[in-house]
């Protein structure tokens, strides 16, 4: 057989094993995976380097109105190509319905704005508004389109379902093999701070994190999953940043809950502190849920470390550090004016695998799942996340023994700032292909905008999340039948 390319001699490192030996890449797929490979129109020299599937971006937001009409800064071009340097070879951005908005439309904007893409993407649908039509018509459509996981809000007026309208929209996930991310904050908690901070005159950045206490993270991510068992659907609480959270996930998972969680590197590498930087300086750090303390981080890679989480997903929602994106309200404004997110996509893996593996907290199988092969199989993407033959070519090499010094500039985002500025980090991604293309190789991108496509998606691979009995809804117990 003769291959298009041969990678050869790398350690490949899957999410169950790492071994010597080359790859064979035929049409963009995975062809043949050995010891030893002949031929190859194109060799590639992986000696010394790690070969590992692509990192799947599972959490980022990219060419998306936020709910008070903020644009975030990266669209699908500038987001894919600071994906692709970070070691990305697909992602899966958010498709935002604003309330009034039909799912369809959303949909077709989304396609537009992601034709640019110089890596293949799916979207999370964020549902809103979720009228009759949309449960019972749109939805359905998306999820036949291969949009198979919608995200909900417990927080912010504008996007906040209330419980009623997050279980209509956890019966409408369950019947279609849909998974339901949640953001978990308890949005009246958050209000009711948010009051006592105004009323003190207490509108430094630093207040945000005041305003959004671990209590109400913690006491959504609970509902949210007594919702979901109600419902027996399954469930992705995304972004958590707290130890008692935590805590909640992995005990119901123990208990057997259809559950996923994912943490982000800025909750593993930040603290609150940093909102306390002089002037405005602190707004950079401003996102939600917060960014917490020392504690917290030791808690959080504790969980990373032992499974609570599936992913480390990178949340990226660029708004630049001027009047188009954090203070488009104004540059001298109270916090809650301030625009909530920050960027990471290109951050995520290199901060994931020099604090994580280089650090001695996770093994190097553990960094591919945490990066790709869980997105993979929690969001049904089913050629990706893995190298095997048949798979898609997705493909990232990395030097694992150099090291670099974290700068804006190296993001290749559409950025004026990184959180992790100055952060000094071992092994980066050298190589990274997307179906066998190279994206980025010897520091530059090697495509040009559209070369990603739209991945259809399968439903959660649910094995090893059987879900919980709920006793109401046991025939033997009572009339629970009936309502299914
Ligand atoms: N939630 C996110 O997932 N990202 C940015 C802001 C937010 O509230
Ligand atoms: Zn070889
Ligand atoms: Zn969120
Ligand atoms: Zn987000």
Redesign the pocket.
């Known amino acids: 057989m003769e291959f298009d390319t041969v990678i050869h001699d790398g350690t490949i490192v899957t999410a169950g094993e790492i071994y010597r030996g080359d790859v064979g890449i035929t049409d963009g797929r995975i062809a043949a995976v050995a010891e030893r490979l002949p031929g190859g129109a194109r060799r590639i020299d992986a000696g010394g380097r790690l070969v590992m599937p692509g990192g799947i971006e599972a959490?980022a937001?990219i060419a998306q109105e936020?709910s008070s009409g903020v644009m975030s800064a990266d669209d699908y071009r500038t987001g894919s190509i600071s994906a692709a340097f970070g070691g990305n070879s697909s992602f899966v951005p958010?498709a935002a319905q604003h309330r009034g908005q039909s799912i369809d439309d959303v949909i077709a904007t989304y396609d537009a704005r992601a034709a640019s893409s110089v890596i293949d993407y799916s979207y999370h649908l964020i549902v809103s508004d979720p009228t009759e039509d949309v449960l019972t018509d749109q939805l359905p459509r998306a999820f036949a389109r291969g949009i198979t996981s919608f995200?909900v809000?417990m927080?912010?007026d504008l996007m906040n379902l209330g419980d009623g309208g997050m279980l209509d929209i956890l019966t409408v996930a369950r019947e279609h093999g849909a998974v339901t991310m949640v953001?978990a904050?308890n949005n009246d908690m958050v209000k009711w701070m948010n009051r006592r901070m105004a009323d003190k005159g207490l509108t430094a950045p630093r207040y945000h994190a005041v305003s959004r206490p671990e209590l109400a993270e913690e006491e959504a991510i609970n509902r949210a999953i007594q919702l979901a068992k109600l419902a027996d659907a399954p469930l992705f609480i995304?972004?958590v940043s707290t130890a008692g959270g935590a805590a909640i996930v992995q005990r119901e998972k123990l208990a057997g809950a259809k559950l996923y969680a994912e943490t982000c590197p800025q909750y593993l590498a930040l603290t609150r502190a940093d909102l306390d930087r002089p002037g405005m300086e602190g707004a950079k750090y401003i996102?939600?849920?917060p960014l917490r303390d020392v504690q917290t981080q030791e808690a959080l890679w504790h969980h990373v470390a032992t499974g609570t989480f599936e992913s480390v997903s990178s949340?990226h929602?660029p708004y630049r550090f001027d009047e188009t994106g954090k203070f488009l309200n104004g540059t001298d404004v109270p916090y809650p004016k301030i625009a909530?997110?920050m960027p990471g996509i290109a951050a995520r893996l290199p901060y994931l695998f020099s604090e994580g593996v280089v650090g001695g907290r996770i093994t190097m199988e553990q960094f591919v799942a945490l990066s790709s092969t869980n997105a993979a199989r929690t969001f049904g993407i089913e050629k990706k996340g893995r190298i095997a033959p048949g798979m898609d070519a997705d493909i990232a090499i990395w030097n694992p023994e150099t090291r670099r010094t974290v700068t804006a500039a190296d993001q290749h985002d559409n950025m004026d700032y990184t959180p992790f500025e100055g952060m000094e980090l071992q092994g980066v991604p050298e190589t990274v292909m997307t179906r066998g293309t190279p994206v980025v190789e010897d520091g530059a991108l090697k495509v040009e905008p559209g070369n990603g496509r739209f991945v259809a998606r399968a439903p959660a691979d649910l094995r090893g999340r059987p879900g919980a009995a709920v006793k109401e809804f046991d025939p033997a117990h009572n009339f629970g039948s009936d309502l299914r």
């Open positions: 959490h937001h936020s958010f995200k809000f927080t912010y953001h904050e995304v972004h996102c939600s849920p949340d929602a909530n997110g």
